[in-house]
Nanobody, 122 residues
Framework: VQLQASGGGLVQAGGSLRLSCTSS????????IAWFRRAPGKERELVSCIDGSDDTTHTTDSLKGRFVISRDIAKNTVYLQMNSLQPEDTAVYYC????????????????WGQGTQVTVSS
């Protein structure tokens, strides 16, 4: 099942954005969900992940303190709050769900959606 990532855009360095990950037709609740990003000329990398069993979060060490993943069960949405953005955060951001109910990170990715572009200007 492909998920839809949205909320990207153009922001100045130091600014913030909140990305949303949603799905039509399936619940994201109680599934591990991860955010990844691919910067120009680089490989896709893991940004943050939230466990399906208890919403424990895991964020790449270099992004801790600036990026926060969260889940809104009522809205069936997983967010990525990004603060103090820097030009090196420029990338296409993707979300992905693990296929197993109650799963925890890391996510086994079977389908990639289109992602959402984040561009940070200096």
């Amino acid at each position: 099942v492909q998920l839809q990532a949205s909320g990207g855009g153009l922001v100045q360095a130091g600014g913030s954005l909140r990305l949303s990950c949603t799905s039509s037709g399936r619940t994201l609740n109680y599934y591990a969900i991860a955010w990844f990003r691919r910067a120009p000329g680089k490989e896709r990398e893991l940004v943050s992940c939230i466990d399906g069993s208890d919403d424990t979060t895991h964020t790449t060490d270099s992004l801790k303190g600036r990026f926060v993943i969260s889940r809104d069960i009522a809205k069936n949405t997983v967010y990525l709050q990004m603060n103090s953005l820097q030009p090196e955060d420029t990338a296409v951001y993707y979300c992905a769900a693990d296929p197993t109910y109650g799963s925890n990170c890391p996510v086994v990715v079977r389908n990639w959606g289109q992602g959402t572009q984040v561009t940070v200007s200096s």
